[in-house]
C-alpha cells in the first residue's frame, strides 16, 4: 500500500490539482479522477475523521451529485473495458473528448493562467462539460473536507481559486 490513510490520499489527490493546474493534460487528470473515486471509501474506514467529514463525503457522493457521477463513471470505465452495471443509476457520461492548446483560465489579479494545456471535454446526459471546471469543483470538495471542516467555523477561511492553487 503505497497511502496509508485517507489524508495521505488527499495529500496525493492536492498534488495532482497542482499539476493539472500548471498543465491540464490526460494523464494527470486520468490520476486525478482515480484518486478521487478512491477517497469515499478510504474516508468510510478512517476512524480518525470527523463527523462533519463524514458528513461532507455523503454529501458529495448522493446519487444526484454530477461530479460525484462523473468521476465515479469515467473511473469505473478506465478501470475496466466494458462498464459493468447491475442496475441502478443509468450511465451519465456518454464520451470524453480531448484535443491539444487549450487556453485555460486567466486569474486576476495575478494575471496567471491556470489549466492550460490540453482541452478536456466530458459528454453527458446531451450536456458538454469542462474537465477543468469538473476537477476545480471537486477538489474544492475535497479541500473543504480535509482543510476546512476540521477547523471551527468562526475560524475558517474560505479560499478563492487563487488561494487554492497557490497564486
Known sequence: ??????????????????RLMNRFNVDDLDDFIATANSMP????????????????????TV?????????????NRQKHVKPRRQGGTPLLVNSVQRKSGGPGILLPPSMRVIGAGEEIFVDYGGSRESALAFVIRTFKHFHYMFEMAPV????????????????
Not at 478510504?42 to 454529501?59: K, Y
Open 1 to 18: 500500500m503505497l497511502h496509508k490513510t485517507s489524508r495521505e490520499r488527499y495529500d496525493k489527490l492536492k498534488k495532482l490539482f497542482h
Open 41 to 60: 471509501e478510504w474516508m468510510e474506514h478512517d476512524p480518525s475523521l470527523i463527523q462533519e467529514q463524514r458528513d461532507a463525503i455523503a454529501r458529495f
Open 63 to 75: 446519487e444526484g451529485s454530477l461530479d460525484w457521477q462523473i468521476c465515479n463513471q469515467i473511473a
Open 152 to 167: 471551527p467555523p468562526a475560524q475558517r477561511h474560505i479560499p478563492t481559486l487563487s488561494d487554492l492553487v497557490g497564486v
